[in-house]
């Protein structure tokens, strides 16, 4: 074989054309510093607090591979809780949890017991409801908790 030898002129062609095919429409570009995010609502706005254990975050680059940031602590779902993390492409990331997660409203207790919610990243970054979800003591009507996760 032989090398293909593109004259000067042609490169700027070549460049046009590869800047020219679609981009991966999952990928989320995030520059800086951006600072991961998560906390868990619902549209009734209910909740009063929680529990559980927060083991971390795995976020996955849209390129291959991952990065996993440890948390290893004991948080207040409903309040939420904050990394910060590197810059880069990415599409998804699962959130990990050592133990079931306890919420409370005014006249309930809901429990989930998932060992990890993934989320797929979008623009806006969509919630991911907490299915299955138990509603352990009172009562609950309407929609169940969701985590919503937010990447800035």
Do not use: Q
Not at 16 to 42: E, F, K, M
Not at 113 to 136: C, G, H, K, Q
């Amino acid at each position: 074989m032989f090398p293909l030898r593109i004259p000067g002129s042609a490169w700027a062609l070549v460049a046009l054309v590869v800047s020219s095919l679609p981009v991966d429409a999952s990928a989320l570009t995030y520059n800086g510093n951006p600072n991961l995010g998560i906390y868990v609502d619902r549209p009734a706005h209910d909740f009063t607090g929680g529990s559980v254990y927060l083991t971390g975050f795995r976020v996955f680059n849209c390129g291959g591979g991952y990065t996993d940031y440890l948390v290893g602590a004991t948080i207040d779902p409903v309040d939420g809780y904050n990394v910060a993390i590197s810059a880069g492409d990415y599409c998804s990331v699962n959130v990990y949890w050592g133990n079931t997660m306890v919420v409370h409203g005014p006249s309930y207790t809901v429990d989930y017991d998932e060992p990890y919610t993934s989320v797929t990243l979008a623009a806006p970054i969509p919630p991911v409801a907490l299915t299955p979800y138990e509603v352990v003591s009172g009562s609950m009507s309407g929609v169940g908790p969701k985590l919503f996760l937010t990447i800035d």
